[in-house]
């Protein structure tokens, strides 16, 4: 089992739109989750931070269930701007430290 | 304020060459950590560095090696370059090592082709 797993996509949806990407990991010592965004050939870029109360910041919404290891990040009224892929990141202890582990990313394309 | 820095922007080498990158942590950050990113893949962790002292390692060959220098840089080196080390490598800083809760900032990358 992959430690970090995401929906494969892409995805391809009209503005206005409401997307739901799905996230799992397999380590359960994991501390502390992300969503980050990556733009094609660009670095990525810290989009939020998932807690266990969930959280929202505008048009995102992100959700963490420790028990069952799933994270969620729901984005709602979709905008083009928001065409990229979306990784799922995981801070887990590894060899001597936290590591962050990245899931595959999904990719949304926001049509207009 | 500046960000992560990376230097260079590409870089083409041959197989069976040698590469070094460049990473500038965020002004007050300490630590430093490098990741390989495939086409297709999310990244891969391969070091992190923190106060000058190798603090974790990902699975990848001894090939790759780093260090940190006084003033928080950081250099990634890749000896005996194999076509499969063509990617984007990844320099993020963050303040401490305590990573379980810290924020890792990425730089642009390193985008390394291997012909």
């Known amino acids: 089992r992959k430690e970090v797993e995401q929906d494969p996509g892409p995805f391809n949806v009209p503005e206005g739109a409401t997307v739901a990407f799905n996230c799992t990991y397999s380590?359960?010592?994991?501390?502390?989750f992300f969503w980050y965004r990556q733009d094609c050939r660009k670095e990525p870029k810290l989009l939020m931070s998932v807690y266990s109360s969930g959280n929202e910041d505008g048009r995102f919404t992100a959700q963490l269930n420790r028990a069952s290891q799933y994270i969620s990040l729901l984005i709602r009224d979709s905008k083009l701007s928001d065409s990229a892929t979306y990784l799922c990141?995981?801070?887990?202890?590894?060899?001597?430290?936290?590591?962050?582990?990245f899931g595959k990313g999904t990719k949304l394309s926001v049509i207009p | 304020d500046a960000g992560v820095t990376q230097s260079p922007t590409h870089l083409i080498k041959t197989r069976g060459q040698q590469v070094t990158l460049r990473c500038s942590p965020i002004s007050g950050h300490k630590s430093v950590s490098w990741y390989q990113q495939v086409l297709g893949q999310g990244p891969q962790f391969i070091f992190q560095y923190y106060e000058k002292e190798e603090r974790g390692r990902g699975n990848f060959p001894d090939r790759f090696s780093a260090r940190q220098f006084p003033n928080y840089s950081s250099e990634l080196n890749v000896n005996a370059l194999l076509l499969g080390d063509s990617a984007l490598y990844l320099c993020a800083s963050s303040f401490t090592r305590e990573e379980s809760t810290d924020t890792q900032y990425f730089g642009p990358g390193t985008r390394l082709t291997v012909l």
């Open positions: 990141v995981v801070n887990s202890p590894g060899a001597g430290s936290y590591q962050l582990t």
């Open positions: 380590n359960s010592a994991s501390q502390s």
